[in-house]
């Protein structure tokens, strides 16, 4: 088996929960929270963060300080901040705030993108559309990922095809995405799904970044990091303690857990340069600002195994 430590393999965790992981709590951080939670995941190691999401705050009142919180952000040495937008709108509002990436994100199923942004999933390829032509003019530094979320399957439509998503796929590559995420958004996947698709997602991205977003809800969610990792996968989306999830996919149970994650990825012979046992501190803080939620993980239960560290230092 290839050592990946020896061979120089790396391996990526954005952390999403301050976007993902709040859009459904009840309790409304503020600014000041939000960013020392990302000071604190930087200072663990952590590169990348979603810090917010410039989404309408009567839809979703939690990204009310959006404009703030990314500003703020941008202070922070060493953190390559991002924000999640559903439309034109949302990313010059992201842009005006200075960040230079976004994440625009639609759903594989017609039903789910409905559901979620109240338009065709061919409306928002037309959306992503017109996001790139207005950076040509206005924001041409500014980097435009593009997500595809219910990838392996939807809780309204159920069977989302392969076919369908590689489809979706190759229509935003043509109009010029900068990066791909492949989500599962309503935790369907499983590990053999998982290997078939991106494989064929790795192929068709000619060298661009591809980033895996998984949900734990029926508990394949680390599973599935393991098979798109075996593929070439080196980009995983992650929420501290696994906060998060989809309102449309009932009984969910959130993203999968940074700590876990990271702790997966690290025994498995990559290095992602994050400090997990910083990681369970600052989750004790956040389980404290957030009284009430379901918090989920593994590892800050059980702790790191004794053996965790020799591997690391062997390998």
């Known amino acids: 088996m290839m050592n990946t430590r020896e061979a120089g393999n790396r391996a990526a965790v954005r952390e999403v929960g301050l976007r993902d992981g709040l859009q459904m709590v009840r309790t409304i951080l503020t600014p000041a929270q939000k960013i020392e939670w990302c000071r604190r995941t930087v200072a663990a190691g952590v590169r990348e963060i979603e810090v917010t999401s410039f989404v309408p705050p009567k839809l979703i009142p939690q990204f009310g300080d959006s404009a703030e919180v990314a500003r703020a952000a941008l202070e922070i040495d060493g953190l390559l901040a991002s924000a999640l937008v559903p439309n034109l709108k949302g990313a010059q509002r992201a842009a005006e705030a200075g960040l230079r990436k976004v994440d625009f994100v639609l759903s594989a199923s017609d039903e789910h993108n409905r559901k979620n942004v109240r338009r065709a999933t061919a409306e928002s390829v037309e959306d992503f559309g017109r996001i ?32 369908r998503v590689l489809g979706i796929l190759d229509a935003l ?143």
């Open 132 to 163: 790139i032509e207005w950076r040509k003019e206005a924001a041409s530094d500014l980097v435009v990922g593009a997500g595809i979320a219910t990838a392996f399957g939807c809780a309204i439509s159920g069977e989302v095809r392969a076919d």
């Open 173 to 315: 590559l043509a109009l010029g995405a900068d990066e791909i995420t492949i989500a599962d958004t309503v935790g369907y996947a499983n590990p053999a799904q998982v290997r078939a698709l991106m494989r064929d997602v790795i192929e068709r991205v000619e060298g661009r970044p591809v980033t895996c977003h998984f949900h734990d809800t029926r508990g394949l969610g680390l599973a599935n990091v393991d098979a798109a990792a075996q593929v070439g996968v080196r980009s995983f989306d992650a929420s501290l303690g696994g906060l998060g999830g989809c309102p449309f996919a009932p009984n969910a149970t959130g993203n999968i857990n940074t700590e876990d994650c990271v702790h997966l990825l690290e025994s498995l012979g990559f290095h992602t340069g994050i400090d997990v046992r910083m990681l369970i501190e600052l989750r004790r803080e956040i389980e404290a600002w957030l009284p009430g939620e379901s918090f989920a993980g593994a590892i800050s239960r059980a702790g790191l195994p004794k053996t965790y560290d020799t591997r690391a230092a062997m390998a």
